[in-house]
Each structure stands twice: as C-alpha cells, then as structure tokens.
C-alpha cells in the first residue's frame, strides 16, 4: 500500500514494506518516476502441506510511482518505522505555491490607495 501527498513544501510517499528491513529496501529516483525495490524473505521452515492458512507473500517486490510535479528529488530524505518508508521530497522553488498580491484597479505601484 502506497499513500502520496503534498505539503507547501514537501511531496510525501509513504510506503507499506512489512517484514522488511530498511537495509533490504532500494530507492532511486530516476527522472518523474520513483521506484522501490525489496523482497521479503520466508520466516522459517514450513513444509506447504503444514500451512492452515497463508494470506503472506514472500519474494521480490517493486513499485514504481510518477511524482506530480517538479522536485528536488537531490534532497530527497527517507525514514523506515514500523514497517512504513516516508520519503520527503522537497519541491522545486517554481513548484511552491506563491502569494499573489491583489492591487486596487487604478492604483499605480508605490502610491496609497
């Protein structure tokens, strides 16, 4: 399961990697496109026909996910807890959200209204 969101500042991917450990995680971003590669590892040895149930799988995983907009993808961070890996990534200057000042019709730059 995957999750992305904005902030002012930051493009946020969150990431669901249970039973992996955060060395056995890749990320790159290359380009717009952000990849996660791992693979989880079976927890013992258990012969098939022993299984009651098995909802787990095990193996090699990737994702890849398009970012939205243009970023810093350089100063990209990322944080493994609980099973979850958060990449922040800040976004490009062009890419912030600016306040635009509205000027009264009529009113030249430097005068009062």
């Not at 249970?18 to 013992?44: A, R």
Request: charged share 35%; aromatic share 6%; proline share 5%.
């Amino acid at each position: 399961m995957t999750i992305m969101y904005q902030t002012d500042e930051d493009v946020i991917v969150k990431a669901s990697v249970p039973g992996v450990k955060p060395e056995e995680v890749d990320v790159t971003i290359t380009g717009d496109t952000l990849t996660i590669k791992g693979e989880t590892k079976t927890e013992g040895e258990v012969k098939k026909e022993d299984y009651f149930r098995k909802e787990r799988s095990y193996g090699a995983f990737s994702r890849s996910i398009l970012l939205p907009t243009s970023l810093q993808t350089d100063k990209a961070e990322a944080t493994f807890e609980n099973g979850v890996l958060t990449l922040t990534i800040p976004k490009a200057e062009e890419s912030k959200p600016k306040q635009i000042k509205i000027k009264p019709k009529g009113v030249v730059e430097g005068e009062k209204a």
